[in-house]
């Protein structure tokens, strides 16, 4: 069974503060998403990182996914309250399916 | 531009009841799933199709029966409703592309409730 886990599982900041959560597994994933839920909503893709050591950037957020594609990381520059969510990662089964980590519930705090 | 729509939106069941959470989506995606997510969690993979006719179980598909006879809508039915039942259920569908690349797109989710 696959697994992804997630670290932090909660964090708490202040505006303005930068911030990294990450994604780790012990096993390989043709590409792996990172969404974002708010209350009552649906998971909003961010992005998607396919290449191993792949960086993506999306404004203040910054993507990459790990070498060996086992794991990836969310590093935020200059936190907004707007960024306040849970923040979901997910690995792709080579298109078949997706295994979801437990996310990290980020607060932002103004 | 709707996407993939979910009904009902909330839904109160007795134990033992059934009931079939609808699903549908028009972007022609060929890949539907159906998760679950409980309180302050992440979500749980309970059944997927890769197309019409055809379906596979996900992480945790007891208690949980699907179908996919059209392309566009993909139903999920509880027989027997039990407590453990309780929770966010998610639809999604996607459309893989060349290179790994498989976008999700989620409805708004079913919030279901078995007293």
């Known amino acids: 069974t696959q697994l992804l886990e997630q670290s932090p599982q909660f964090l708490s900041i202040q505006e303005g503060e930068n911030l990294t959560v990450y994604c780790n597994s012990s096993s390989v994933f043709s590409s792996l998403q990172w969404y974002r839920q708010e209350p009552g909503e649906g998971p909003v893709l961010l992005v998607t990182v396919v290449t191993g050591g792949e960086v993506k950037k999306l404004k203040r957020l910054t993507f990459q996914f790990g070498d060996a594609r086992k794991d990836s990381s969310l590093h935020i520059t200059a936190a907004q309250p707007g960024d306040t969510g849970l923040y979901l990662c997910?690995?792709?089964?080579?298109?078949?399916?997706?295994?979801f980590g437990p996310g990290t519930r980020l607060s932002v705090l103004p | 531009n709707a996407g993939v729509t979910q009904t009902p939106k909330f839904r109160i069941l007795k134990i033992g009841q059934s009931m079939t959470l609808q699903c549908a989506q028009d972007m022609n995606h060929n890949y539907m799933y159906w998760y679950r997510q409980d309180p302050g969690m992440g979500l749980k993979l309970i059944y997927y199709?890769?197309?019409?006719?055809?379906?596979d179980k996900g992480e945790v598909p007891n208690g949980y029966n699907v179908s996919r006879s059209t392309t566009e809508d993909f139903p999920l039915r509880l027989e027997l409703a039990a407590p453990s039942q309780t929770s966010v259920y998610f639809c999604?569908?996607?459309?893989?592309?060349?290179?790994?690349?498989?976008?999700?797109?989620f409805g708004a989710g079913t919030r279901l409730s078995v007293l």
């Open positions: 997910a690995g792709a089964n080579y298109g078949q399916n997706f295994v």
């Open positions: 199709s890769v197309g019409a006719g055809i379906t």
């Open positions: 999604a569908s996607s459309l893989p592309r060349g290179g790994g690349e498989n976008i999700q797109y």
